[in-house]
């Protein structure tokens, strides 16, 4: 049963100390994507990486975020420093995505999240 | 700048009637939209999609209608179960991008009472 795994589930941490999420992708997947959830703004897109290289990460506050692929089976979303508006719960999601096929537009397959609290 | 609107946050239905979620966009170039169900402490899941070359699509009891001139699609669930209360996300995507992105909206919260 392949699924999209996430580590931690549950992260509290006081303002101004960094943060790590991971996350593990479907073997197999080439494509990841980072989103993160609010009340306000839903499900926001983050960033995503095709065959490990990052293509958009225009979502991301580029100042205190950081993505990274280190390899095939783990895709980081780093915070430094974290702030109070920055909890949120964090979705990672994997797929296969094959050019411009429309089949490749629901393939994607979300992990359980990461609920991040920064007090 | 929300290129996907999901303008109702909550929706309360009696088990067997219908439920309608309503989803507006606003990128002319969006082609493929889907619908994604997430239940409390899960990611979302797939649950059904549209082209922009068809107006309905039909997969059991979901049925997800689609009005291009309008901006607009909506999922029908008949007969509501309460097992189908969740968040529902759209979410859509041009065929000019590449990579697979999709853009979701806010999502709405689906109640259906016994």
């Known amino acids: 049963d392949a699924r999209v795994t996430q580590t931690p589930r549950d992260k509290v941490t006081e303002m101004g100390q960094e943060v790590t999420m991971r996350c593990q992708p479907i073997l197999g997947h080439n494509t990841v994507f980072w989103y993160r959830q609010t009340m306000m703004q839903g499900l926001e897109l983050l960033a995503y990486f095709r065959n490990r290289a990052p293509l958009d990460d225009s979502g991301m506050p580029k100042d205190r975020f950081s993505a990274e692929m280190p390899d095939a089976t783990l895709a980081t979303l780093k915070i430094q420093p974290s702030e109070p508006r920055d909890s949120a719960v964090y979705f990672c999601?994997?797929?296969?995505?094959?050019?411009?096929?429309?089949?490749?537009?629901?393939?994607?397959?979300f992990g359980p999240g990461t609920r991040l609290t920064v007090l | 700048d929300q290129q996907v609107k999901q303008n109702s946050p909550s929706l309360s239905v009696q088990e067997g009637r219908i439920s309608i979620l309503n989803c507006d966009y606003t990128?002319?170039?969006?082609?493929?939209f889907l619908w994604y169900k997430k239940y409390p402490a899960e990611g979302p899941t797939f649950l059904i999609s549209?082209?922009?070359?068809?107006d309905k699509n039909e997969d059991g009891r979901f049925t997800v209608f689609l009005n291009k001139s309008a901006k607009h699609l909506s999922l029908h669930i008949v007969p509501s179960q309460p097992g189908d209360s969740a968040v529902y996300f759209c979410?859509?995507?041009?065929?000019?991008?590449?990579?697979?992105?999709?853009?979701f909206g806010q999502g709405t919260e689906l109640s259906v009472k016994p």
């Open positions: 999601a994997s797929g296969l995505v094959r050019g411009d096929s429309y089949n490749s537009y629901n393939e994607q397959f």
């Open positions: 990128n002319s170039m969006f082609d493929y």
């Open positions: 549209i082209s922009s070359i068809k």
């Open positions: 979410a859509a995507s041009a065929s000019n991008n590449q990579g697979g992105k999709l853009i």
